[in-house]
């Protein structure tokens, strides 16, 4: 599946800004989704991570009560509400797709990468 993710830009502290990762080439619908982040020089962190039904969603503690991940598989497509943006969450994001499982936080378990999408958040 080739995903698209967009939405990113640049938003004062204090923000909000939505992503979104448009799928194609076959339907996400019994996908697991999920939200990565990455600054120059670190690793590729987890932010959020979402099951092929919606009903259960997994978020990394940074952005926990901030960040709200939801997805319209009618749509194809993924989305990451972000709101209350610190300077910290400045990155670029990215969007992947897991064929087998449940929501995870962990990297290797997602087949499909989309590419980033910049998000600045000045303070």
């Known amino acids: 599946v080739q995903l698209q993710a967009s939405g990113g830009g640049v938003v004062q502290a204090g923000g909000s800004l939505r992503l979104s990762c448009a799928a194609s080439?076959?339907?996400?619908?019994?996908?697991?989704m999920g939200w990565f982040r990455q600054t120059p020089g670190k690793e590729r962190e987890f932010v959020a991570s979402i099951s092929w039904s919606g009903g259960v969603t997994y978020y990394a503690d940074s952005v926990k009560g901030r960040f709200t991940v939801s997805r319209d598989n009618a749509k194809n497509t993924v989305y990451l509400q972000m709101n209350s943006l610190k300077a910290e969450d400045t990155a670029v994001y990215y969007c992947?797709?897991?064929?087998?499982?449940?929501?995870?936080?962990?990297?290797?378990?997602?087949?499909?990468w989309g590419q980033g999408t910049q998000v600045t958040v000045s303070s």
């Open positions: 080439g076959r339907t996400i619908s019994n996908y697991v």
């Open positions: 992947a797709a897991a064929r087998f499982g449940s929501v995870t936080s962990t990297r290797t378990l997602y087949d499909d």
